[in-house]
């Protein structure tokens, strides 16, 4: 696929479909910035590329039938295995109504193009009869985003949802069909102390070493952002234990928080697994644009994606971010659903075939994807 700008539009080539016009909708803040990655393009007619279907299988907590997709299908991760883009989307089932009430499974779809979808009929993570049942039951597993080590292992971080509180946990594979659930992300930390916190959304940090986007470490460390209503950090030493950085105070270190006046007026959740570039760590984020303080350029309640930029020595250390969203709602399937206002919830990020794949949930209620052609910001010596 070859993007060129071509009058203010984008022409592009993608799945068969050649020279199709796109508006550039870009912010011109985003084209000034150097170290933004980008333009993320939708293809044209290939959206959404995963929507609810009525697939079942056999609960085994409920102990009977189920139809685990039949009502949304939303925020994806996605990885490479194998030559194909693997996406694992979060699925709801019809068993009450209203955002967070229904129970969350994590579907598996595989793609040789990034578009076309082939589907399992069951879900790969969900609740189970297990050690672990009291931290996702009834709720549910939730919000994935997945990342892979030089040797093929596959590591997802969740959102463990029993309808009481919403926490972090670890789940490991090396097929991304059968994983092994780990716990609580921050179970052991500190003796403990964040056991219970609330918490969700992780994004590890990664680097492209050949063709493959794979975990990197800081100082002997792996490294990741977490955090929705600010952006934090988290430390391990085997991916499965993770330890959150602290301030001078022993509390949780805040490496960015939301504005007044922009589209994350209201949350600054953490996106896919963070990039390390030649210009720095980008790390790319959800906004919520909500109540008096918003940005008045985009709808109330809308969540949109932004960028920010950490130090590759400091990882911790923000350098540079974006006033105004790289990423909008703005095809109707964005704009209706479960969340009305507007959502491009962004979690998955794919390289395959010298290009970045960007998965989104679609106002938690399908899945779509973004293409970018230009990737020579992410290739590190």
Not at 10 to 23: A, H, K, R
Not at 290 to 300: E, F, V
Request: overall charge neutral; charged content about 30%.
């Amino acid at each position: 696929m070859k993007l060129k700008l071509i009058i203010g539009t984008i022409m592009v080539s993608v799945c068969g479909l050649t020279d199709i016009p796109f508006l550039d909708t870009t912010p011109k803040e985003t084209q000034d910035k150097h170290w933004v990655l980008g333009p993320f393009v939708r293809p044209d007619g290939a959206n959404p590329v995963i929507s609810p279907q009525p697939a079942e299988f056999h609960c085994p907590m409920q102990k009977q039938p189920v139809k685990w997709e039949e009502s949304d299908t939303f925020n994806p991760a996605a990885t490479v295995k194998d030559g194909k883009i693997v996406v694992l989307y979060r699925a709801e089932d019809r068993s009450a109504q209203g955002i967070g009430k229904r129970t969350s499974r994590i579907g598996y779809a595989e793609s040789k193009d990034g578009v076309a979808m082939t589907r399992l009929d069951a879900p790969v993570l969900f609740p189970a009869d297990d050690e672990f049942a009291d931290l996702d039951n009834p709720g549910g597993c939730e919000d994935p985003r997945v990342a892979m080590t030089e040797d093929g292992l596959y590591v997802m971080l969740y959102t463990a949802w029993n309808r009481k509180k919403a926490r972090l946990s670890v789940a490991t594979s090396r097929d991304l069909k059968n994983w092994t659930k780990h716990g609580l992300a921050f179970g052991k930390a500190y003796d403990g102390r964040f056991a219970n916190l609330f918490c969700k959304s992780a994004s590890v940090l990664t680097k492209l070493k050949g063709s493959k986007l794979v975990i990197d470490k800081v100082d002997g460390k792996y490294f990741m952002y977490w955090g929705e209503y600010a952006v934090y950090a988290a430390t391990s030493d085997n991916l499965i234990d993770w330890y959150p950085v602290l301030d001078e105070k022993n509390e949780l270190k805040k490496l960015a928080l939301p504005r007044k006046g922009h589209f994350d007026c209201q949350m600054t959740e953490c996106g896919p697994p963070a990039i390390r570039t030649k210009n720095g760590i980008v790390l790319l984020y959800n906004g919520k644009n909500a109540g008096k303080d918003r940005d008045m350029d985009y709808p109330a309640g809308a969540y949109c994606a932004g960028q920010m930029l950490f130090d590759n020595d400091d990882p911790c250390k923000l350098l540079d971010r974006l006033d105004k969203p790289f990423f909008v709602p703005e095809a109707p399937f964005e704009k209706s659903g479960q969340y009305k206002d507007g959502t491009v919830f962004i979690e998955g990020l794919a390289y395959h075939r010298k290009k970045l794949y960007l998965y989104y949930g679609c106002a938690d209620s399908q899945v779509a994807v973004a293409v970018c052609d230009d990737v020579k910001k992410i290739k590190v010596k």
